[in-house]
C-alpha cells in the first residue's frame, strides 16, 4: 500500500522532472480524497517551470477516448507531436467542451499538414490561459494569417515558428506581450523596429543570407535581448562523402557571421548559441573566420552562457573562443559536434580555473582518454554539477550505430577520483567505449557523493559485475541508464540483487538480452516497488517472464509498460497477429500506476508498427469492455490501423519456394563474397560485440584524423 502523502513529498523533494509529474498525477489518480492532494500540489507546484508539468501523450490520449483524471487541473503543458510509433498524433481538445485543459499554458503543436494546422489555430483563442506556443509543419498563407489574425498572439510570452518562410504580422499596432520569439529575421526585425515587442529579452532566429545578417544586425533593439540563438545557413552546398567527415566550412556562412558580429548591438546578451547545420555523419556552418568576429565583437566576456553547436571547427577556433570568454563569470558552457580532439582541454586547462562553470557539454566530439583526463585532473571545476562526455547515439541499435567519443576505462577511472567531481549530480558517458573496468570505477567511486543521474547506455561492456551489489553510488542516484549495454539474463540477476538505493526511481534496461529469467529476477527485486520507471523496450522476454513479473504485484508505482519489440528482434512476440499479450500482463491490478502502455512490434526504420498486442478483429471488443482499462483502451484506439498486419495480409508460398528463393539469394551472394557467405542474422544483438569493436575502432581513427586536420 502507498503512502500517498509520503509519495508526493518525495517528488516534491526531487528537482522538478516530468516524470516526477506524472508520478504526481498517478498518485492523485489513486487516492480516496483527491482533492485535498490537489490543493497541497497545487502550492508546491508554482515554483516549478511549466514545462515540467507536461500531460504525457498517453493521457491525452486517454483524454480523447473519453477518460479523465483528477489531476488535470495541475497540468500546464501539452505536446502533440510525441506520439509513439504507429499511433496517430492526439487532436487538440476543445478548450470549450473539455474543461481538463483550460489551465494549460503552454502549447507544443508538432507537425500538422495545412488543414490540420488551420483547424488547430481556429481553436487557439478559446485558450485563455495559453501564454506559450510552438508551431511546426506545412505552413500556408491562410494559415500564417489565421495565426496572425487570433486574439491569442496578444497575450503569448513566448512564440516559436520553427522554419517559417511565410510573413507572419500580427494585426493591430499594440505592444505584445512577447518575451520570447523565434521567428524569421524579417519578421523578428518588423516587430523590434515598430515597437510591438518591448518585452522581449530571448530571441532566435536562422540567418538564410548575407542581407538577412545586415539587416538584424543593424537593429538597435538587440540592445534589449538577454539571450541570442542563431544559426547561419547561407550555403548552399549540400553534398557529403557517405562516410563520417569533418565537415563543410560554407563561405557564405562565415561572411554573413562576421557582417553580423560586426555590427551588432549585443550589450546586454548572457546566453548566446550559435549553431551550424548536421550534414550526413558531418556538420556544416561557418569556420574559423566566423569565430573570429564572434571574439573580435566583444560579447564573449559579457556571456554567462554559450554554445557552439554542430560546426566544422576543431580544436584551433575553439581554444581562441575559450579565451575569450571570461572565466570569472561563465556559468554554462557547451562545445557539441566541433570536432573537438584532445587539444581542447588542453586549452581549457591551460586557460586555467572556471570557479563559476556548473555545467559543461563536450558531446558528440572526438575526444580520447587524453582529453578526459586532462579535464578531471587538469582543470579546476569546483563547482561542476552536470558533465557530458557522451558520443552520438544510435538512432536504432539494429539499424546505426553509435560514434563513440572513446573516453575509455581509464579515463573514467579518472573522474571517479576527480576532486572536480565533488558535486555533479548529472553525468553522461553514453557511448564512450566504457568497459568493466570503467564501470566499477564510477560505481565506487567516493567523489561522486551527490550524483543523481547517471547514463551509460551504449557501452556493452556485456555484464554487471555481483561486486556492484552495495556500491556508494546506490546512496544518492536516482536516474540509471544502461540500455544497450549488453546485458543478460546472469546481468540482471546480478544487478537485482541490489537491496539498498533510497531515491532509486528510474532506470532503463532498453536494448538488452533481458530474457524471462532475468523478468522474474526483477519481479523479486526489492527495488522494484520504487520505480516510476522500468524500460523494458525491445528486449527477449517470453509470455512466461511477462506473467511473472505481472503476478508479482510489485509494481506498484510504475508508470508506463514498454514491452515493444523491433520488428528485427529474432526473439519477438507476435501477439496481435494470431495471438493476445497474456491478460495477467494488463490487468490492472498487476501494474495499478500506469498511464501508458505499449504493446506489439514495431518497424523503427519505416517509423511504423505491424503488431499492437491484439489482433486488429478484437479491437473494438477490447476497447469498450468493462474490465479494460483505461491506458489499454485508449492505446488501442489511437492507433493507426492502416499499418497493422492482418492474417489476410500474410504471404502464401507455394510448397518448398521459401527454400528455393532463399537457396538462390545465397547462391549470388557467394558469388559476390566466396563460398562462405551466410545469411546474417538481422538482430543486432548476433554480432553486438563485433560492431563494438568496430565503433571503437573507428572512433580512433577518426579521432587520428581529427587531431591531423585540426593542426593544419
Not at 512577447?178 to 524579417?186: I, M
Not at 561522486?448 to 556500491?471: F, I, V, Y
Request: glycine share 8%; hydrophobic share 40%; proline share 6%.
Amino acid at each position: 500500500m502507498i503512502d500517498y502523502d509520503a509519495e508526493i513529498e518525495r517528488v516534491l523533494a526531487d528537482p522538478p522532472s516530468k516524470i516526477g509529474f506524472r508520478t504526481l498525477c498517478a498518485v492523485i489518480g489513486r487516492a480516496a480524497d483527491p482533492e485535498d492532494l490537489l490543493s497541497r500540489c497545487e502550492e508546491r507546484l508554482k515554483s516549478w517551470p511549466e514545462e515540467m508539468r507536461e500531460a504525457p501523450w498517453s493521457r491525452l490520449a486517454a483524454l480523447n477516448a473519453g477518460y479523465t483524471t483528477p489531476s488535470w487541473p495541475l497540468v500546464r503543458s501539452l505536446t502533440l507531436g510525441s506520439a509513439p510509433l504507429g499511433t496517430r498524433d492526439a487532436r487538440l481538445p476543445d478548450p470549450r467542451i473539455v474543461p481538463e485543459v483550460r489551465g494549460i499554458r503552454r502549447l507544443d503543436l508538432g507537425y500538422h499538414s495545412p488543414d490540420e494546422m488551420a483547424e488547430v489555430i481556429g481553436l487557439l483563442d478559446h485558450w485563455d490561459a495559453l501564454r506559450a506556443l510552438r508551431c511546426s509543419g506545412y505552413w500556408s498563407d491562410e494559415v500564417i494569417d489565421g495565426l496572425a489574425g487570433t486574439a491569442t498572439v496578444a497575450r503569448l510570452e513566448s512564440l516559436d515558428l520553427e522554419r517559417c518562410w511565410k510573413s507572419f504580422r500580427p494585426v493591430g499596432t499594440q505592444p505584445l506581450c512577447l518575451r520570447h520569439a523565434a521567428l524569421s529575421v524579417p519578421d523578428l526585425a518588423h516587430l523590434m523596429r515598430t515597437g510591438r515587442v518591448p518585452h522581449l529579452r530571448s530571441a532566435e532566429v536562422c540567418v538564410p543570407d548575407i542581407d538577412q545578417a545586415r539587416e538584424l544586425a543593424q537593429l538597435a533593439e538587440l540592445a534589449q535581448l538577454e539571450r541570442l540563438t542563431i544559426e547561419f545557413a547561407c550555403g548552399k552546398n549540400r553534398s557529403h562523402p557517405r562516410d563520417r567527415y569533418f565537415g563543410i566550412v560554407n563561405e557564405e556562412d562565415d561572411q554573413a557571421c562576421e557582417v553580423f558580429f560586426a555590427h551588432a548591438d549585443l550589450t546586454n546578451l548572457r546566453a548566446l548559441t550559435v549553431r551550424g547545420g548536421a550534414l550526413g555523419q558531418g556538420r556544416t556552418g561557418f569556420g574559423a573566420s566566423g569565430v573570429d568576429a564572434i571574439v573580435a565583437s566583444g560579447v564573449l566576456p559579457r556571456l554567462i552562457e554559450l554554445t557552439l553547436d554542430a560546426l566544422p571547427l576543431g580544436d584551433g577556433p575553439i581554444a581562441h573562443v575559450v579565451t575569450g570568454l571570461d572565466r570569472d563569470r561563465i556559468e554554462r558552457l557547451t562545445l557539441t559536434d566541433l570536432v573537438a580532439t584532445d587539444g581542447t582541454p588542453a586549452a581549457l586547462a591551460a586557460a586555467g580555473a572556471l570557479p563559476r562553470l556548473r555545467r559543461l557539454d563536450l558531446s558528440r566530439n572526438c575526444l580520447g582518454p587524453t582529453g578526459a583526463q586532462v579535464l578531471a585532473t587538469g582543470v579546476e571545476l569546483p563547482a561542476l554539477e552536470y558533465l557530458d562526455l557522451s558520443g552520438r547515439p544510435a538512432y536504432s541499435p539494429y539499424y546505426s550505430s553509435p560514434e563513440v567519443q572513446e573516453i575509455g576505462d581509464t579515463a573514467a577511472a579518472a573522474w571517479a577520483t576527480s576532486p572536480n567531481a565533488t558535486n555533479l549530480t548529472h553525468l553522461n558517458l553514453a557511448a564512450t567505449g566504457l568497459g568493466i573496468d570503467g564501470l566499477v570505477a564510477v560505481l565506487y567511486s567516493v567523489r561522486l557523493q551527490r550524483l543523481h543521474t547517471l547514463d551509460l547506455s551504449e557501452n556493452p561492456a556485456g555484464a554487471w559485475p555481483a561486486e556492484l551489489r552495495d556500491a556508494p553510488l546506490w546512496r544518492t542516484v536516482r536516474t540509471l541508464n544502461l540500455a544497450e549495454c549488453g546485458l543478460h539474463d546472469d546481468d540482471i540477476e546480478a544487478l537485482a540483487s541490489t537491496s539498498a538505493a533510497p531515491h532509486l526511481h528510474s532506470v532503463s534496461l532498453a536494448y538488452n538480452s533481458v530474457g524471462s529469467r532475468g523478468a522474474r529476477a526483477l519481479a523479486g527485486w526489492a527495488l522494484l516497488p520504487r520505480l516510476w520507471e522500468l524500460n523494458l523496450h525491445d528486449n527477449i522476454i517470453g509470455d512466461d517472464g511477462l506473467i511473472g513479473l505481472a503476478r508479482s504485484g510489485r509494481a506498484q508505482r510504475l508508470l508506463e509498460l514498454d514491452i515493444e519489440q523491433d520488428c528485427r528482434n529474432s526473439q519477438r512476440l507476435n501477439h496481435g497477429f494470431s495471438a493476445c499479450v497474456p491478460p495477467e500482463v494488463v490487468e490492472q491490478a498487476a501494474f495499478p500506476n500506469l498511464d501508458s502502455i505499449l504493446l506489439g512490434v514495431v518497424d523503427e526504420y519505416h517509423r511504423s508498427r505491424s503488431v499492437a498486442g491484439y489482433p486488429i478483429d478484437v479491437f473494438e471488443e477490447v476497447i469498450t469492455a468493462d474490465r479494460t482499462r483505461p491506458e489499454l483502451a485508449a492505446f488501442l484506439a489511437a492507433l493507426d490501423t492502416d499499418q497493422l498486419w492482418t492474417p489476410s495480409e500474410e504471404p502464401e508460398e507455394p510448397d518448398g519456394m521459401v527454400e528455393f528463393r532463399q537457396a538462390r539469394m545465397i547462391w549470388w551472394m557467394q558469388q559476390l563474397h566466396g563460398p562462405d557467405y551466410q545469411i546474417p542474422d538481422p538482430d543486432f544483438r548476433a554480432a553486438r560485440a563485433d560492431n563494438h569493436l568496430g565503433c571503437l575502432e573507428h572512433a580512433r581513427e577518426f579521432a587520428a584524423e581529427a587531431t591531423e586536420w585540426a593542426a593544419l
